[in-house]
């Protein structure tokens, strides 16, 4: 029973923060979250840096695909230390590809590519796992239960990716082709999921003049589909079948990936088939082949045990040191700008 209601309450959650989602973060008021002044100009004004909703939905996405994780890994016995240092080492690969693989792919050292960051994690965690284990195993005298971990962190990664799009609503980035562009049945059946973004300061708007058109939205149904391979993934955990929840959100998270590029229009490389997708389907082999490999015994799970975790302090301060980082990593606009004015309200002196 506290199973179900966990991914009941889980779904409803996320089911009203992503219609909210859907409808107001495409606007413009939604993507400069503040400015702060910098340097004074001559006629007064100051230069400002922007910090964004990008950073912020950034931040909260990798806190909860973070928080997923170690809720299952706490239910099915791991100590909160182990659990750490196995984040941890993912997000020391993971955080810094996303500047690298972006410079790499799309030859700009102003934007980020979480696919690729997700495709360096992905491809680096199941190896070095592996070979962990029989270390392990003589320090503790117990090998790490493998599969366990990797369905934890697919299951993480398609919750923190999935609500991570919200973001790419928000700075218009990501974009998908114009619904006007389609073929005929293609466009009946992208119309009714649409987005539209508003603002010269969008990507859509700034990188290819495709502000206000209503574009395939892509962001919103990436968000749909990886979310609901986690909730699946979730369910599939706590019942003890840690083969069948890797499986199923690594093939999904990857094969979507791939498919959904097709109905992009930002730039992704000047290939038919973008280098994005060749790491989708490479992520998907390797998934599928560690996936069947890999044994798999059997744990006893409790949810209310890795639910505990969340409540302690080095959780609580650690989640939130990482979410900071990550904020001040992505949220630090290097392509907006904006000048500031300061005045006094001279009727409330």
């Known amino acids: 029973m506290p199973d179900l209601i966990f991914i009941g309450g889980l779904t409803l959650a996320l089911g009203i923060v992503y ?17 702060f002044p910098l340097r004074k100009k001559a006629d007064g004004r100051w230069e400002g840096l922007n910090l964004t909703y990008y950073g912020l939905i950034n931040a909260g996405a990798v806190a909860f695909g973070l928080s997923m994780t170690f809720i299952l890994l706490g239910s099915v ?27 790499l792919v799309e030859k700009k050292k102003h934007t980020l590519s979480i696919g690729g960051a997700a495709f360096c994690g992905l491809m680096v965690v ?3 796992l592996l070979l962990l284990s029989p270390l392990t195993a003589r320090l503790d005298g ?17 919750f923190g990716e999935g609500s991570g799009r919200l973001a790419c609503l928000s700075f218009g980035c990501c974009y998908g082709r114009p619904i006007a562009a389609l073929p005929s049945l293609l466009r009946r059946l992208a119309a009714p999921f649409s987005v ?24 919103a149904i990436t968000a749909v589909v990886y979310t609901a391979a986690g909730l699946a993934g979730v369910a599939l955990f706590l019942q ?29 490389g000047g290939q038919k088939i973008s280098a994005y997708q060749y790491f989708a389907g490479i992520a998907a082999l390797a998934g599928l082949i560690y996936g069947l490999a890999l044994p798999s015994s059997p744990l006893p799970t409790d949810l209310l045990r890795g639910l505990g975790l969340l409540w302690h302090p080095a959780f609580i301060l650690g989640s939130g040191a990482v979410g900071l980082i990550i904020f001040l990593f992505t949220g630090r606009s290097q392509i907006t700008g904006s000048y500031l004015s300061f005045f006094v309200h001279s009727d409330r002196t």
Do not use: N
């Open 19 to 35: 219609a909210w989602a859907f409808k107001h973060l495409p606007r413009e008021r939604w993507q400069i979250l503040c400015a």
């Open 142 to 158: 117990a090998p790490l239960p493998v599969m366990p971990m990797l369905a934890a962190m697919i299951v993480g990664y398609a």
């Open 77 to 103: 016995g791991l100590t909160l230390g182990r659990i750490a240092l196995f984040v941890g080492a993912i997000l020391i690969v993971c955080v810094p590809s996303a500047k690298w693989m972006a410079r």
């Open 240 to 268: 003890g079948r840690f083969r069948g929840a890797y499986l199923l959100c690594i093939l999904t998270t990857q094969l979507w990936r791939g498919l959904s590029e097709f109905l992009r229009a930002d730039f992704r």
């Open 126 to 128: 199941p190896p070095a």
């Open 196 to 219: 539209v973004f508003q603002g010269p300061t969008k990507k859509a708007a700034y990188a290819a003049g495709l502000g206000g058109q209503p574009l395939v939205a892509v962001q």
